[in-house]
Nanobody, 114 residues
Framework: VQLQASGGGSVQAGGSLRLSCDVS????????MAWYRQAPEKERESVAV???????TYADSVKGRFTISRDNAKRMVYLQMDSLKPEDTAVYYC?????????WGQGTQVTVSS
């Protein structure tokens, strides 16, 4: 099983980026999917989570600016990031939970300049 994240890049404050994560491999069922991020010298933190039924939760720091979505048929999860701030700069990781375990993607860098 592999998770491939893409869509990171450099953007000015106030700009937007859309991250995508593709899940490949032999999986019978994907439960929750999520995006995490890790800034330099900080711990990895949860940004947004979406259940298989579409229920979403967000970190307070991104509420109203980020939107998580998923396409179950394509086995993909997305993170639309609007009104980006310099403090959003981090490596963003996708994560998928399947029965009895979970998998991480490799990370994609997001850099927001002021």
């Amino acid at each position: 099983v592999q998770l491939q994240a893409s869509g990171g890049g450099s953007v000015q404050a106030g700009g937007s980026l859309r991250l995508s994560c593709d899940v490949s491999g032999r999986i019978v069922r994907i439960n929750d999917m999520a995006w995490y991020r890790q800034a330099p010298e900080k711990e990895r933190e949860s940004v947004a989570v979406i259940s298989s039924g579409g229920t979403t939760t967000y970190a307070d720091s991104v509420k109203g600016r980020f939107t998580i979505s998923r396409d179950n048929a394509k086995r993909m999860v997305y993170l639309q990031m609007d009104s980006l701030k310099p403090e959003d700069t981090a490596v963003y990781y996708c994560k998928a939970w399947v029965p009895r375990t979970s998998y991480w993607g490799q990370g994609t860098q997001v850099t927001v300049s002021s």
